[in-house]
């Protein structure tokens, strides 16, 4: 008892004596805050109560457990600013034995490609050398190891608790490289039509340990233009808590409404949201369902509510609120199920569109004639 209580101390100083050399940072590994899947796009995210298939890795792990019976494959790709950031991901989904327990696997990527490096543009006389510009690639991998459990069934009223445990690496041309670590935590409430859920994501606080490599030239570069040399650094992604509800409306015997509303509350300050303080701020979500048959889907969801200077103000004083809409549809046949999004990334009168394609499959196995 006294051997473990020493190594759990020592382990907490040493923590802190890290923490105090690292920094906070509120828009900290975003690309992590883009989303998984059509579906959970084109309902604007709005996903943490109602989600049960291996994009749950993603948005709630507890909602794995609603993999049953087959190994389920979710591959998505998107390509963002005209295809200059290109974003995939994809998921696979076990389901142990008991149909208790699943275990996911989840790989995220987000890039973009042929950069233009100007460091060496200027040369040493004032002149410009066009041929001195070169490029490469920034590149964000996420890999995420998922465990989902029931813990409760009483009747229609089901418990489900989820855990995800991420590796992140984070890549700038051959100059700049970080590795991190960090935890997610979530739960779901299911009854017969209403489901609860609840996220805590980077629930340990997430780092980032950032190494940089840059040779005497480029050194010297940045010393001469009066630039920051980057050192080796360590940025830490708050937690964020997300709290949501869904309602499942019946329309009749084929149609049915899934109905669902989500606050993303996070701790680290003011942020441009619908409710901010200095302490908190709340980003709210809602997304919509409609399934015939649980075969063909149509979709919508709306979120990331902001204040933005009005384009149409040549006073460029007057602020409007802007939002993200997303709209959607998907349909399934036997095992397989497609899915499409189609979502805007900025000011409503200066919109950029964004088509998103997943697939689902559900590995089964083929039956013996």
Known sequence: MKRTLFVVTLTMCLLTQQLSFAQFRKYSNEFLNIGAGARGLSMGGAQIASVSDGTAAYWNPAGLVGVKDYPQLNLMHAEYFAGIGKYDYGTLALP????????????????????????????SDGTINFSNIQTFSSADYAFLVSLAQQISLKGDRQINAGINAKVIHRKAGDFATAWGFGFDAGIQIIDKRWRIGIMA???????????????????????????????????????????????????????????????????????????ATDV??????????????????????????????????????????????????????????????????????????????????????????
């Open 96 to 123: 142990l034995k008991d149909n208790k327990r699943v275990l996911g696997i989840s790989l995220l990527r987000f890039a973009v490609d042929d950069i233009p490096n100007t460091i060496f543009l200027v040369e």
């Open 201 to 275: 994501r980077d629930v340990t606080t997430t780092f980032n340990a950032w190494s940089f490599n840059l040779n005497e030239k480029m050194r010297e570069v940045f010393y001469l233009t009066d630039n920051e040399i980057p050192v080796k650094s360590t940025e830490l992604t708050a937690p964020k808590l997300i709290i949501g509800g869904a309602y499942n409306f019946k329309l009749g015997k084929n149609m049915g409404l899934l109905t669902e509303a989500n606050l993303d509350i996070t701790f680290d300050g003011r942020r441009n949201t619908v409710l």
């Open 280 to 369: 908190v701020s709340v980003d709210p979500r809602i997304g919509l369902e409609a399934a015939w048959k649980n075969v063909f889907f149509i979709r919508a969801g709306i979120n990331n509510f902001q204040r933005a200077l009005d384009d149409n103000d040549v006073t460029n004083t007057k602020k409007v609120w802007i939002y993200q809409p997303g709209i959607g549809a998907g349909f399934r046949i036997s095992n397989v199920q497609i899915d499409y999004a189609f979502t805007n990334l900025a000011n409503q009168s200066n919109p950029l569109y964004t088509h998103v394609f997943s697939l689902k499959v559900d590995l089964k196995k083929k039956e013996k004639k």
